[in-house]
Structures are given as structure tokens and as C-alpha cells.
Nanobody, 119 residues
Framework: VQLQASGGGLVQAGGSLRLSCAVS????????MYWYRQAPDKARELVAK???????DYGESVKGRFTISRDNLKNTMYLQMNSLKPEDTAVYYC??????????????WGQGTLVTVSS
């Protein structure tokens, strides 16, 4: 299984970025998908979650600014980030739950993409 995160970069405060996380190499079902982030010297935190059915949940610090979405046919998840703030600077990781008809389950992390917001 591979999770390829992309879309990070340098942006000015108030700007926007769109992250993508493409899942490949799995025969299982792609279930809940998550974006986490980790800023320097801080613990990793949950940014947003989306279920296979499209239900979403967000961390308090990004509500109203970030939008998580997914394309189940492409096994790809997105994070539209608007009104970015310097405190959004972090490495963003995608995380995915998988399941199989056998009952097996697995959780996997992507490699992370760096988002830097300048003031």
C-alpha cells in the first residue's frame, strides 16, 4: 500500500493550498481517511477526518477554513486550506484505514508534505 501526499509549499498568510493524498496498491476497502499535521516541537494533531460515506469532522483550529473531501473512484483525498495562518505551518500527513472482507484491518501513513505559511 502506498499513500502519496502532495501539494505542500510556501504561501503567504491569507493564501490557499490544496493537498492531495493518493492511495494505491491495495485490494482492500479504503475506509476513514484523515489529515494530521505536526509542527516543529509539537505533537501530531488531527486536522480533519472523512468517512467513506463523506461525513467530515475538523479540528477546532481549522474549522471554517479547511475543507476535506475525497474521490472514492480515484482513492484520493484532498484538503483545501484557505485563509492560511503562520500557525498552520507544519508537515501534513495523510492517514488511512483499510479493511478487507476477511475482517482484516490496517492503518497506514503517508510520507508527509510540508506547508509553510509566511507572515
Amino acid at each position: 500500500v502506498q499513500l502519496q501526499a502532495s501539494g505542500g509549499g510556501l504561501v503567504q498568510a491569507g493564501g490557499s493550498l490544496r493537498l492531495s493524498c493518493a492511495v494505491s496498491g491495495t485490494s482492500g476497502s479504503v475506509d476513514d481517511m484523515y489529515w494530521y499535521r505536526q509542527a516543529p516541537d509539537k505533537a501530531r494533531e488531527l486536522v480533519a477526518k472523512i468517512t467513506r460515506g463523506g461525513a467530515t469532522d475538523y479540528g477546532e483550529s481549522v474549522k471554517g477554513r479547511f475543507t476535506i473531501s475525497r474521490d472514492n473512484l480515484k482513492n484520493t483525498m484532498y484538503l483545501q486550506m484557505n485563509s492560511l495562518k503562520p500557525e498552520d505551518t507544519a508537515v501534513y500527513y495523510c492517514n488511512v484505514d483499510f479493511s478487507w472482507r476477511s475482517g482484516a484491518r490496517m492503518n497506514s501513513w503517508g510520507q508527509g508534505t510540508l506547508v509553510t505559511v509566511s507572515s
